[in-house]
């Protein structure tokens, strides 16, 4: 096996985050002496989740078995995961924030499946994967991820399972979302539908479009860990793992 010096594009910042995550649970559990140390681990760990290297990769490049590189990722994706805000605290943080309104999205995560897997795959995007919710600012900063669905869910449906709209409505938030949540209720606002529009809901929805636009841009965020081009893990770890991302990726913009 040949070895070669890389670039990970991320500050030291976010290392720095994730390393005393892993040290303060090592303390915690009382951990023996492990092959890598906290900091050795987080960047295993960022390497896998930011460029998508295989275990078999990235253990190699970090000198430990494969399986021991399982168990350093799945240890600190479940720490961050339980970081991760839950819906309410992401709208508190909303509302403390002034923003006028938040962003709605869904977005698909592709898993690796064959064609009988018909509960996992999306009509919409024509493809097997797992659906997953975003709340988003209106910058694109993302505020909370949902946990992960079959692909086949609606996304006014994935909305209505986690909650969503209910907790929008008792907070009072404006929210923008595209026309697969219509029907959503009188507090998400979505495009008008049909071919043959008057100019006013025509200029409604140009107008609509540019406001969603930016907020629709945290699954674009997200997607350049590239873990989440293509999953090859149970697909139950979808939603746990862009939990721990969008931990992450607050961090490095922040």
């Known amino acids: 096996m040949l070895f070669y010096r890389a670039a990970l594009p991320l500050s030291r910042r976010t290392l720095t985050y994730l390393a005393g995550v892993i040290r303060r649970h ?21 390497v896998h989740l930011r460029k998508g290297e ?37 709208l508190r943080t909303a509302k403390r924030a002034g923003y006028a309104f938040v962003v709605l999205d869904g977005t698909l995560i592709p898993i690796d499946r064959v064609a009988a897997d018909r509960p996992y795959y999306s009509g919409k995007h024509h493809h097997h994967g797992m659906n997953v919710q975003i709340v988003a600012a209106p910058d694109g900063t993302p505020l909370w991820t949902s946990g992960s669905l079959p692909g086949s869910v609606h996304d006014l449906t994935a909305a209505r399972i986690w909650g969503i709209i209910r907790r929008l409505e008792s907070a009072g938030l ?52 590239r873990i989440l081009r ?20 607050t961090r490095e913009s922040g």
């Open 54 to 90: 295989t275990f078999a990769e990235v253990a190699a490049g970090f000198g430990v078995g494969a399986a021991t590189a399982w168990r350093y990722v799945h240890e600190a994706v479940a720490l961050l995961a339980r970081r991760s805000p839950t819906l309410d605290q992401a």
């Open 26 to 46: 090592r303390t915690s559990i009382g951990s023996t002496w492990r092959r890598l140390n906290p900091g050795q681990q987080a960047l295993l760990v960022l």
């Open 230 to 249: 293509k999953l090859r893990c149970c697909t139950l770890r979808a939603g746990q793992l862009i939990k721990a991302i969008c931990v992450l990726q």
């Open 174 to 225: 404006i929210t923008l979302a595209d026309k697969a949540y219509i029907g959503a209720g009188p507090r998400v606002l979505v495009p008008y539908k049909g071919r043959k529009k008057p100019a006013s809901q025509k200029a409604a929805n140009s107008a609509h479009a540019k406001l969603r636009g930016p907020g629709e841009r945290a699954n674009a965020v997200l997607k350049t860990w």
